[in-house]
């Protein structure tokens, strides 16, 4: 929950790098909850705007996220951009996202595995 909390404090930090464990935490406690208003608004009905809601609310941090994942990579945060590609862009991304960042520093920053605080 620590790496989740830290991608919302940097709303909208476009800048620097992330690396992949600070991308992928974010990604699955926001997939979980994604999944659970989604289940929760089906059973209820009224849940959906809060389902709306949700989403818009972590549209911008996770944007800014994967810019910084893709900066860690020593890739421009535009190649975000290759998502529209159908199919092939999709997987090239995951490719990136996976893949382990620059070791030292690189064009856009430090190493953040150096920095974090969370191990």
Known sequence: MDWYMAVLQK????DGRSRRKEYW??????LCIA????????????????NLLYSLA???PAIAVSIRRLHDTGKSGWFLLI??????GAFLLL??????????????GPNPKTETAFA
Do not use: H
């Open 83 to 88: 998502a529209f590609v159908p199919v092939l």
């Open 35 to 50: 999944v659970a208003l989604n289940v929760a608004s089906r059973a209820v009905g009224v849940l959906a705007f809060v």
């Open 11 to 14: 709303f909208a930090q476009f």
């Open 95 to 108: 490719y990136w996202m996976a893949q382990d960042g620059e070791p030292g520093t690189n064009q856009y």
């Open 25 to 30: 935490m974010f990604t699955l406690v926001n």
């Open 58 to 60: 972590v549209l911008i």
